[in-house]
């Protein structure tokens, strides 16, 4: 069955500090990893996407990594912000005809100054 | 430029009642289009696609149903819903013409109270 797991499932951490946040997946055949932010209340926002043979990828403070053989993934923030606030979501996409995403339930970051 | 609108972007309807949702894309054609559902705390699940006009697929058995009158018109609809319909309803779009690399667009979302 295709799952997309993450952890933790919250996190609290203070403005400045860096985290990172963990995603293992069971999905095949793999096509890419995305991270998502999401504002409450609002559609996801891609914040990177990674192939197969990609091992990591950065925009701006927001750092990715991908070990496709072990199939897990984390997203590194650096020197947070309050606007960081938000829940992240890591979604698999599945090559089947259509590209199904499959969403891991998030995790939900807050920041606080 | 391409845009989606999902409408309305809050409701509170009572037990029983029929739902409708709309969600609108904007500047492509022949898009895939997708239904999603976020209950609290859960993560997103693909409750309907679409590859064309009139034709649906469903991935959740449920209490909802999707129809897609137009190319670019996609909508969620339930003929009496359940208190368990309440969560997060997002809309989005994929390009019809698919690679790895291919980004999928959302819409605002949609959040349902049944009481």
């Known amino acids: 069955k295709n799952q997309v797991e993450q952890s933790p499932q919250s996190l609290i951490i203070l403005e400045g500090k860096n985290c990172t946040l963990q995603?293992?997946?069971?999905?095949?055949?793999?096509?890419?990893l995305r991270w998502y932010k999401q504002d409450t209340g609002r559609g996801p926002v891609s914040l990177t996407i990674m192939t197969f043979s990609e091992n990591t990828k950065s925009n701006g403070r927001y750092t990715a990594t991908l070990d496709a053989d072990t199939k897990q993934s984390s997203l590194h923030i650096t020197a947070s912000q309050l606007s960081d606030s938000a829940s992240y979501i890591c979604v698999v996409s599945a090559t089947s005809g259509t590209y199904k995403y499959i969403f891991g339930t998030g995790t939900r970051l807050k920041v606080l100054a | 430029s391409q845009t989606i609108h999902q409408w309305p972007a809050t409701l509170v309807q009572p037990v029983g009642s029929p739902l409708s949702l709309e969600c609108t894309v904007e500047g492509t054609s022949n898009p895939n289009l997708y239904w999603y559902r976020q209950a609290a705390g859960r993560g997103l699940q693909l409750l309907f696609y679409?590859?064309?006009?009139?034709?649906i697929s469903s991935e959740v058995p449920q209490n909802l149903s999707a129809s897609r009158p137009q190319d670019r018109q996609f909508i969620l609809s339930s003929k009496k819903l359940l208190l368990s319909d309440s969560g997060f309803y997002l809309c989005a779009w994929i390009p019809r013409l698919q690679d790895e690399n291919t980004e999928a667009f959302f819409g605002q979302g949609t959040r349902l109270t049944v009481v």
């Open positions: 679409s590859v064309g006009i009139g034709q």
């Open positions: 995603c293992n997946y069971t999905v095949s055949p793999f096509s890419n």
